[in-house]
């Protein structure tokens, strides 16, 4: 399955059919090959309702994806007051809410600011400390190795029980290039584009 199969795909509720929102987006980063983070519009209106949801909390399938809560869990999650649970976030000011495992809400800043205020307007995530990048946004960025150009970053190809990230796909025209995601070295900050390296390549990390 391609990450790129996700956008879009609308999320249901634990147990039933209701949707409550669609995948807009997916968190990255070089060196982590298990999917981390999933970003959905909770909004069914056509707003943007950003919030991101733990891997482990989410059963990913091609044509629907079940969230492990209630519309009732969820409501009740995102109404909390910071002051009722260190952990909670009032998303009516601060940055979107990360809804984690077994229910808890989880302030970006206890996750190492995953996410920030940009979410709000465009998922595009400038954390400090971290190298979170947005799946959609790398979208056609050149891919570079030790030899130069491979092409053009095109998707990745994951595990949906294991939620493993198996395979980036470079757009090498005419050939698409299978690189195991392993080889991501690097994302720079300005994201324009990706770095791969193989333990044979001089930029691989020491």
């Known amino acids: 399955m391609k990450l790129s199969d996700l956008i879009n795909t609308p999320v249901v509720s634990a147990g039933t059919d209701h949707a409550i929102g669609r995948v807009s987006d997916i968190a990255i980063r070089a060196g982590q090959t298990e999917l981390e983070y999933v970003l959905v519009n909770l909004s069914v209106t056509g707003g943007n309702d950003p919030v991101a949801f733990?891997?482990?909390?989410?059963?990913?399938g091609a044509s629907e994806i079940e969230c492990a809560f209630s519309q009732q869990q969820l409501d009740h999650l995102r109404q909390r007051k910071e002051d009722e649970d260190p952990l909670a976030v009032d998303i009516e000011g601060l940055p979107p809410l990360v809804v984690g495992p077994f229910g808890n809400a989880i302030a970006p800043v206890v996750m190492g600011a995953v996410l920030n205020d940009a979410l709000r307007q465009r998922p595009q995530p400038t954390?400090?400390?971290?190298?979170?990048?947005?799946?959609?946004?790398?979208?056609?960025?050149?891919?570079?190795?030790?030899?130069?150009?491979?092409g053009r970053f095109k998707d990745i190809e994951f595990d949906p029980d294991t939620k493993a990230l198996r395979f980036l796909l470079i757009d090498g025209r005419p050939d698409i290039l299978s690189v195991p995601f392993a080889e991501l070295r690097n994302i720079p900050d300005d994201e324009h584009y990706i770095v791969l390296s193989r333990s044979s390549d001089p930029l691989h990390p020491v």
């Open 54 to 60: 733990t891997a482990d909390t989410l059963d990913l």
């Open 127 to 150: 954390p400090p400390g971290s190298s979170f990048r947005w799946f959609t946004k790398l979208l056609g960025n050149p891919a570079f190795d030790a030899t130069g150009e491979l």
